[in-house]
């Protein structure tokens, strides 16, 4: 399952807004249908959302010229705030482009070495997140971390899972609808049945604390990894704090391209996204239109809530 790639000028990517009903490919040309795609959620999941900023680069960079790359860096930091891999990936293509007198190439090289590494990454932090599972676990998974959430073929949460079950690891995975716009439902349970091949049961949001006694591990990625906490998918906090409850071990999959230790969970810029995704659900009104909805689109999970996060590195502790 290929995400997100470049292919004879253009960035080809799979519309996640159509599945799991039809799998529709977008072909753009532009940064600027790069920079709408990442924010309609065409494309989501932070390390998605950094190769797919990536591409948007070089497509500028076809342009010849340094300004254009400059402005499409500025429209494409301006997508999406929480997700620290965006503006990750666009520093370090800026950072080539400055240290090369062959910029275009050096974006080039750049850009490509970011879809690389993170199908490496990935693969590494599901090999060192399947030596956490055992027989018999069930395995709680919330939103989609999965390939769909990177540029393909493992995820980090589900790349998890998918190598647990490439290991012949027998377990059974519950993934949550993820409300608002329904990522688990739509896009984890699609992974989950027709690509890792896993015995997946699809629960509503609110009956997480009703099952979480039968959990035995809980997996979720990360759109920003800080000194002391995640900001994650809204609803994580939730879980975290109903598996403490339960003795239920908590467990966040990360690339290190996730994390930014400078700052802690307070100072994260949380990002509010429109009213109607909860008003509404695959265009249809649910909602009266003169209700106020509040549509936080992430939450903040502490560090003393969380067993350890799952990078290409190994299992990392937070500051508690």
Same mark, same amino acid.
């Given at each position: ?59 500028? /960079? ?7 790359? #400059? ?24 950072? +080539?482009?400055? $240290? /090369? ?8 090289? #750049?850009?490509?070495?970011?879809? &690389? ?49 490439? &290991? ?15 990522? =688990? ?20 949001? $609110? ?35 109903? +598996?403490? &409850?339960?003795?239920? #071990? ?18 994260? #810029? ?32 502490? /560090? ?9 590195? =190994?299992?990392?502790?937070?500051? &508690?």
């Amino acid at each position: 399952m290929d995400t997100v790639s470049f292919k004879d000028g253009k960035v080809l990517m799979i519309d996640q807004t159509e599945l799991p009903n039809e799998l529709v490919f977008l072909e753009l040309e532009n940064y600027r249908e790069v920079a709408r795609a990442i924010e309609e959620l065409k494309v989501r999941g932070a390390p998605a959302i950094g190769v797919s900023a990536a591409f948007g680069l070089m497509l500028a /960079s076809q342009k010849g010229d340094k300004k254009v790359l #400059e402005k499409a860096a500025g429209r494409l930091r301006q997508t999406r705030p929480t997700a620290v891999n965006l503006f990750w990936a666009i520093d370090r293509v800026l950072e +080539a482009a400055k $240290s /090369s007198d062959n910029w275009q190439k050096a974006v080039e090289e #750049e850009v490509q070495a970011i879809y &690389r590494e993170d199908r490496e990454i990935n693969k590494k932090i599901g090999d060192n997140g399947a030596n956490l599972l055992s027989d018999g676990d069930t395995v709680l998974t919330h939103c989609n971390a999965g390939a769909l959430a990177t540029s393909g073929r493992y995820g980090t949460a589900l790349g998890v899972i998918k190598r647990a079950v490439e &290991r012949d690891i027998d377990i059974d995975v519950v993934c949550t609808e993820t409300r608002p716009v329904l990522q =688990g439902a739509r896009l984890t349970a699609y992974e989950l049945v027709e690509d890792i091949g896993v015995d997946t049961t699809l629960i509503v949001d $609110s009956a997480i604390g009703a099952l979480m006694p039968e959990i035995d591990k809980v997996v979720v990625g990360a759109d920003r990894v800080v000194q002391d906490g995640v900001a994650n998918k809204i609803g994580t906090y939730n879980i975290a704090a109903l +598996a403490e &409850r339960h003795g239920t #071990e908590f467990y966040v999959a990360a690339p290190k391209s996730t994390f930014d230790l400078d700052i802690t969970i307070d100072e994260i #810029e949380i990002e509010e996204r429109n009213e109607k995704e909860i008003k509404e659900i695959c265009g249809c009104q649910i909602a009266p239109k003169k209700v106020k909805a509040y549509n936080q689109a992430f939450d903040l999970t502490p /560090s003393e809530l969380i067993d350890g996060v799952i990078t290409e590195k =190994g299992i990392e502790k937070l500051d &508690r």
